[in-house]
């Protein structure tokens, strides 16, 4: 990335402000929509960091697969379960709330004491760049072939266990006769119709 | 210039607050939504090492592109299982979700 520092240090210091105050948000807020949202933005500004550090594939690939696919899938599950209800108000539940924050402030000062005391072995190769695109096409065919393979396979594998976790389950009224034309489809129990254009608070 | 050390505090400050969100919300999807936050750190992390201690090779970057792809299954794993747990249940509280506890 040809930027000035000057500039690189602003966009670094306005995308992690963006950063945190996006996840807080998406953690803090009561409202599951908004947070939903926020976390577009968590997923945006952590492409602007990719870019930042010479990535400009994987800041790519961030975008179209974080925020086109899995934001807009957790959109719709919060569409599918959409439950308005007042949760069960359990008794001292601001203890666990207070150790849980003591917790993650203990280890956020136990992992930056950690990063700022470690002598790190900066490298003073030049970065890849935009060449990069094609260093990992290379490694994904020569020495990260096996695992681009598995990813695969455990993408078919994820694909088909979410469509059979999520379809309703059928339990047979009379034991079926071994039909050998639907053998091959699955059997979903009939959903109860809701009427078109009619609102749910009548 | 920015430091190496920026990128991993920052990746170590939106990982807490993952793991926050995680152990403190009580809606499921919120649940979801955390555990994504912790992935991002950890891409992040990745990527800065990536460019500060092996720029050349570009072997930070795979990783990433992995830890993306399994992200996208996991999400989608997890969003079924939690859509057959609240038809089960009638709920989205995380705390009603104990069949195995007691």
């Given at each position: 990335?040809?930027?000035?520092?000057?500039?690189?240090?602003?966009?670094?210091?306005?995308?992690?402000?963006?950063?945190?105050?996006?996840?807080?948000?998406?953690?803090?807020?009561?409202?599951?929509?908004?947070?939903?949202?926020?976390?577009?933005?968590?997923?945006?500004?952590?492409?602007?960091?990719?870019?930042?550090?010479?990535?400009?594939?994987?800041?790519?690939?961030?975008?179209?697969?974080?925020?086109?696919?899995?934001?807009?899938?957790?959109?719709?599950?919060?569409?599918l379960v959409?439950k308005?209800?007042?949760?069960?108000?359990?008794?001292?539940?601001?203890?666990?709330?207070?150790?849980?924050?003591?917790?993650?402030?203990?280890?956020?000062?136990?992992?930056?004491?950690?990063?700022?005391?470690?002598?790190?072995?900066?490298?003073?190769?030049?970065?890849?760049?935009?060449?990069?695109?094609?260093?990992?096409?290379?490694?994904?065919?020569?020495?990260?072939?096996?695992?681009?393979?598995?990813?695969?396979?455990?993408?078919?594998?994820?694909?088909?266990?979410?469509?059979?976790l999520a379809r309703r389950e059928y339990?047979?009224?009379?034991?079926?006769?071994?039909?050998?034309?639907?053998?091959?489809?699955?059997?979903e129990r009939?959903r109860d119709?809701?009427?078109?254009?009619?609102?749910?608070?009548? | 210039?920015?430091?190496?050390?920026?990128?991993?505090?920052?990746?170590?400050?939106?990982?807490?607050?993952?793991?926050?969100?995680?152990?403190?919300?009580?809606?499921v999807?919120?649940?979801?939504?955390?555990?994504?936050?912790?992935?991002?750190?950890?891409?992040?992390?990745?990527?800065?090492?990536?460019?500060?201690?092996?720029?050349?090779?570009?072997?930070?970057?795979?990783?990433?592109?992995?830890?993306?792809?399994?992200?996208?299954?996991?999400?989608?794993?997890?969003l079924a299982i939690v859509l057959s747990i609240y038809r089960n249940r009638d709920t989205v509280?995380?705390?009603?979700f104990?069949?195995?506890?007691?």
């Amino acid at each position: 990335m040809t930027l000035a520092e000057g500039v690189q240090l602003v966009s670094f210091g306005l995308l992690a402000a963006m950063m945190i105050g996006t996840a807080l948000g998406v953690v803090l807020l009561s409202n599951i929509v908004y947070s939903a949202f926020l976390l577009g933005g968590v997923f945006i500004s952590m492409a602007g960091m990719y870019l930042l550090l010479n990535a400009g594939f994987v800041a790519a690939a961030q975008v179209l697969v974080y925020v086109g696919a899995v934001n807009v899938l957790i959109l719709f599950g919060i569409m599918l379960v959409n439950k308005q209800e007042d949760f069960k108000v359990i008794p001292r539940a601001w203890i666990g709330k207070l150790a849980t924050a003591v917790v993650c402030v203990g280890l956020f000062a136990l992992l930056s004491t950690m990063v700022i005391g470690t002598p790190w072995a900066l490298s003073t190769e030049t970065a890849a760049g935009d060449g990069a695109t094609v260093l990992i096409g290379m490694h994904l065919f020569s020495d990260y072939l096996l695992p681009f393979e598995l990813a695969s396979v455990l993408l078919l594998m994820a694909l088909v266990g979410a469509i059979i976790l999520a379809r309703r389950e059928y339990i047979p009224d009379e034991p079926a006769e071994t039909a050998v034309s639907d053998a091959l489809t699955l059997p979903e129990r009939p959903r109860d119709l809701v009427p078109a254009g009619k609102s749910d608070v009548d | 210039m920015i430091q190496l050390e920026y990128f991993l505090l920052l990746a170590a400050a939106l990982f807490c607050i993952g793991i926050y969100g995680l152990v403190t919300s009580r809606n499921v999807i919120r649940v979801l939504m955390s555990i994504e936050l912790m992935l991002n750190a950890v891409n992040l992390n990745l990527m800065a090492f990536s460019n500060y201690l092996d720029p050349a090779t570009a072997r930070g970057q795979v990783f990433a592109v992995f830890v993306i792809t399994i992200a996208a299954a996991e999400a989608a794993v997890g969003l079924a299982i939690v859509l057959s747990i609240y038809r089960n249940r009638d709920t989205v509280d995380m705390e009603q979700f104990n069949l195995l506890k007691w």
